[in-house]
């Protein structure tokens, strides 16, 4: 685990892969851990054990909600957690079987001697310390789309706005067409950390802020639209557009992060190449025109 999380996910293999290989890992220590810390001394305890951890991850990977009451709880020990529920993590329950005999041959061996106590309580500490992730922003925001970093590193995303508000029947009938290098003009730029969110609406907004809220600038309100389109521009991906129209507003809690919010497109990495797919709201696309250089400082994702 602290192999994947220290090394792998800052390396060029980074993305869906080694996200995957934290839920297989975390399913095979976990519940060893926490056999082995609480020695039970019958199969009905061991599967208690095994139980208090299979329940909790199949509730934060179904349930968006369960993934933001368990970020809250973590924050009450000054954790600060980022959960993205994905239902397609719950294939790392095969490896139960594994953690479950290792956990067998743990209980069935002979009580430890002092040196061996000792040995023990440093690899349930270390497992601990292996189980446990952080992220660094606790922030909740409302906006109509957003980006999603799930690439595991720092990306810098600058943000490309539609100059004036669109004639959205005429654009939405064919944005590709509809939609040149005339209709944008560069906005800011964003440095991304791993699991943060860009917002791309026009006028999203802060609900509630977090331990960084004093340190960033104040936005000035700005009026909503109708529909909205963006430029996208992240080093490694195409310069990708995204459009939507006519679509509501939603409350993203950055603790946590849903990913099959169709209000949310994810930049992901599958070995050095980038990629982003549209969503059922968000129409995405590489686009085939250039649109200007832009240098300058960027402003922290939340």
């Not at 606790?138 to 690439?151: D, K």
């Not at 080093?235 to 129209?245: C, I, K, Q, S, Y």
Request: charged share 20%.
């Amino acid at each position: 685990m602290l192999l994947n999380d220290l090394v792998l996910k800052r390396s060029s293999v980074a993305g869906v892969i080694t996200g995957k290989l934290s839920d297989f890992s975390g399913l095979l220590v976990a519940p060893v851990l926490v056999m082995s810390i609480a020695r039970p001394k019958s199969r009905a305890g061991a599967l208690v054990c095994v139980a208090s951890v299979v329940a909790p991850f199949v509730a934060i990977k179904v349930s968006s909600t369960a993934a933001s009451l368990l970020v809250w709880g973590a924050s009450l020990f000054g954790l600060k957690w980022r959960i993205w529920s994905d239902w397609t993590d719950l294939a790392a329950l095969v490896v139960l079987p594994l953690a479950w005999r290792i956990g067998r041959r743990a209980r069935a061996g002979r009580p430890p001697n002092r040196v061996g106590l000792a040995i023990h309580r440093a690899g349930a500490l270390l497992g601990a310390l292996a189980c446990v992730a952080t992220s660094e922003n606790f922030l909740r925001i409302e906006t109509t789309a957003y980006l999603v970093n799930f690439t595991y590193r720092d990306v810098h995303v600058l943000v490309f706005r539609a100059k004036e508000p669109l004639d959205c029947a005429a654009v939405a009938a064919d944005p590709r067409a509809a939609l040149r290098s005339e209709h944008f003009a560069f906005e800011e730029c964003w440095t991304s950390g791993r699991g943060s969110s860009v917002p791309l609406a026009h006028d999203w907004r802060e609900i509630s802020g977090d331990a960084d809220a004093a340190a960033r600038p104040t936005r000035a309100p700005r009026g909503a639209r109708a529909c909205d389109a963006v430029v996208i521009r992240v080093e490694g991906l195409p310069d990708t557009a995204v459009f939507w129209n006519e679509i509501g507003k939603c409350e993203i809690d950055a603790r946590s992060v849903d990913k099959r919010d169709a209000h949310a497109v994810h930049l992901e990495q599958l070995g050095d190449a980038l990629l982003i797919e549209g969503t059922p709201l968000l129409d995405v696309w590489p686009v085939d025109f250039a649109l200007p250089e832009e240098k300058g400082a960027c402003r922290g994702a939340l």
